[in-house]
């Protein structure tokens, strides 16, 4: 009568290996949502700049501060 041993340890080689770790290390909600967050930003960025001075002022921001938000990439928070 023979045992078989069976590695418990042994792992998928090669491309098998590395799809899982990807799926593991890639959050696929925040993924999905990128998009739709990277649009909302640039919206809110270009109403930002068409606001009046006034009512940047009532909102506690400058010019300044709104010319460097603005002038942010999309995909940067």
Same mark, same amino acid.
């Given at each position: 009568?023979?045992?078989?041993?069976?590695?418990?340890?042994?792992?998928?080689?090669?491309?098998? *290996?590395?799809?899982?770790?990807?799926?593991?290390?890639?959050?696929?909600?925040?993924? *999905?949502?990128?998009?739709?967050?990277?649009?909302?930003?640039?919206?809110?960025?270009?109403?930002?700049?068409?606001?009046?001075?006034?009512? *940047?002022?009532?909102?506690?921001?400058?010019?300044?501060?709104?010319?460097?938000?603005?002038?942010?990439?999309?995909?940067?928070?």
């Amino acid at each position: 009568m023979s045992v078989e041993c069976i590695d418990t340890n042994a792992r998928p080689s090669g491309f098998a *290996l590395s799809w899982r770790v990807w799926l593991r290390a890639v959050d696929m909600e925040r993924l *999905l949502n990128a998009p739709r967050l990277w649009l909302e930003r640039a919206r809110a960025r270009r109403e930002l700049t068409e606001l009046d001075t006034f009512i *940047l002022q009532d909102a506690g921001l400058s010019p300044v501060e709104v010319e460097r938000e603005a002038a942010k990439p999309f995909w940067r928070g």
